[in-house]
C-alpha cells in the first residue's frame, strides 16, 4: 500500500516539460490542499525532470489560488543550467485554466567546502515525553503527529507568542526526502492564529524554503521525528513574515523556510 | 541631472508584457552589475506594469547567470489577480537569448488591520559618530555610504561573525522606493567573506524580500540613512543562508529579505 503522501503528490510524466496530476483527499485543508503537498508537487516536477542536474538547495512556491479538486498539469523547465547550479520555473494550472501556484526551484552541486554553522539547534523535550497536539480542524493536520513544546495552540496567553517549538513525524511514517521536506516547510500554523488565539482569514501566499541537507543527510534521517521551530517578525496591515527551521534530533540543521502570509483582521 | 540609480533601473515599454533595458556602468559589481540594481528591475518591471494592483509585498529573484554588458529584456506577466493580492512572474534575458534573471512578485492592498511587532530594533551608535567603510574593490560599493556599527569587514577575528549590523544610505542621497529597497534588501557583503575574513568564490543565487512599508512609509523615510542587520545560519557543503532586516532610524522595519548563497571554498 502505498503512503497518502506519496498519492498526494503522483505526477504522470505527459513529455515537453509537463506533469500531469490530480488533487488527493489525504491532505485536504479547509479550501484546498495542504500547501505543503503543493510545494511537494512543484519541487517534485523540477526534481524528476530528466534534464534535472544536482540536489534541490532551494525552492519558492507562490500559492495564487485554492487549487480546486481534480486534475492540474505542472509545467517545469530549466531556466538556466551552470556548471554546478540549475535554475528551474514551475507552474501549477487548474483544469479550469487558473494558475493556482508559480515556483522557481534550484538545484546544486554539494561538494565538500569549509563548512560553520553559527545556528544552535533549539532545545526541546524528547518527542516520548510530551502529547500529541489534538487537532482536528483540518484533515491534513491528522497526518502528522505534532508534539508542541513551546508556543502550542493551547497556551492561554493573549498576544499569544508568535514563536512555536514542535517535534513533527509523518502519521503513518514516512522516510524523509525532498518532497517530504518541501512539505515539512510549510507545516507551521499561521503565526497569525498563535498570536490572535482564535481563527482569522489568513493563508500563506509565498514561502521560501532552503535546503541544507543532501540526500545522504535525509537518508539518515529516515522516518525519525523533526525538531521545527517558527517564529515572526512582524504582523502590519494585513500581511506577517514567517521564519522556520526544521532540525535532526541529533542536531543537524536539515532546512530553513520563509513565508509571506496573508490575513484579515480589523484592529 | 537623473540619479545614476534611476539611469541603471531605466526601462523601456515595448508592449505585451516586455520592458527593454541596458546595463549601466554605475553599479558595477566584479563581473556584472550589482544584484540589488537586478532585483530592482524585476521589481520595476512588475510595478510599472500597467496591469499592476496593490503595493509590493513580497519579490523573489534568482540571479541564473551573471549578465553581459548590453542590451536585455525583460518580461513580466500577471500569473493571477485576487481580489485583494496579485501574483507576478519575471524573466531577465540578456541579447544573446541568455536567462540571466528569473523572479516572482507579490503585490496587495494594504489596509490596517491587527497590528503586532515582536521584533525589536537592533541598537546601533548614531550614523553620524561612525566612519565610512572605505570599501573600493568594486564600483557599486562606492555608490553607498555604509558606516559598520559591528561586524564589519575590518574585525580581526578568524572566523569572524556571520552577523553584521550597519547603517546604509545612497551616495549621492536618493528618496527611497520600492526599487531603491529591493536593492537594499541585497546590499549586504556575502556572509562568506565575513566569516573567512577573505576572498572566496561566491555569489548570491536567489533572493527573497518581504516588503514591511507602504508607499506612505517610504515618503516618511525619506533619503535618511537605513539601518541594516544580516546574518546567517549556516554554511555547508558549497551554500550558505542569509536573512537581513532593514530599519528605520525610528524603529520602523521597512523589509526582510533571505537569501542562499553559493560558495567555493575547499576544507
Known amino acids: 500500500m502505498s503512503h497518502p503522501f506519496d498519492d498526494s503528490i503522483a505526477l504522470e510524466w505527459l513529455g515537453e516539460d509537463r506533469w500531469q496530476g490530480a488533487t488527493s483527499e489525504a491532505y485536504w485543508n479547509m479550501v484546498g490542499p495542504f500547501g505543503g503537498t503543493i510545494a511537494a508537487l512543484l519541487l517534485r516536477a523540477a526534481l524528476d525532470h530528466p534534464a534535472r542536474e544536482g540536489q534541490p538547495v532551494a525552492l519558492t512556491v507562490n500559492f495564487c489560488a485554492t487549487l480546486a479538486k481534480g486534475a492540474f498539469t505542472i509545467a517545469a523547465r530549466p531556466a538556466r543550467t551552470n556548471r554546478s547550479t540549475q535554475h528551474w520555473?514551475?507552474?501549477?494550472?487548474?483544469?479550469?485554466?487558473?494558475?493556482?501556484?508559480?515556483?522557481?526551484?534550484?538545484?546544486?552541486?554539494?561538494p565538500e567546502t569549509f563548512a560553520h554553522r553559527p545556528a544552535t539547534p533549539p532545545i526541546a523535550p524528547p518527542f516520548e515525553t510530551l502529547s500529541r497536539f489534538a487537532g482536528g480542524f483540518s484533515g491534513w493536520v491528522e497526518r502528522f503527529d505534532m508534539r508542541f513544546a513551546e508556543g502550542g495552540p493551547e497556551t492561554a496567553e493573549v498576544p499569544g507568542p508568535a514563536r512555536s517549538l514542535l517535534w513533527i513525524v509523518n502519521d503513518p511514517p514516512r522516510p524523509l526526502d525532498f518532497p517530504g521536506l518541501a512539505a515539512l516547510c510549510d507545516i507551521f500554523f499561521g503565526r497569525i492564529i498563535h498570536v490572535r488565539r482564535r481563527m482569522v482569514p489568513f493563508g500563506t501566499i509565498t514561502m521560501t524554503a532552503y535546503f541544507h541537507a543532501t540526500d545522504d543527510d535525509l537518508a539518515a534521517a529516515g522516518a525519525a521525528p523533526v525538531l521545527g521551530l517558527a517564529d515572526a517578525r512582524i504582523f502590519d496591515r494585513g500581511f506577517h513574515d514567517q521564519s522556520a527551521e526544521l532540525w535532526t534530533a541529533d542536531g543537524r540543521l536539515l532546512a530553513t523556510s520563509h513565508q509571506l502570509v496573508y490575513y484579515r483582521d480589523p484592529q
Not at 485554466?97 to 552541486?109: D, Q, S
Open 89 to 110: 520555473t514551475m507552474e501549477l494550472v487548474q483544469a479550469d485554466g487558473t494558475i493556482a501556484a508559480t515556483g522557481t526551484a534550484l538545484f546544486g552541486a554539494r
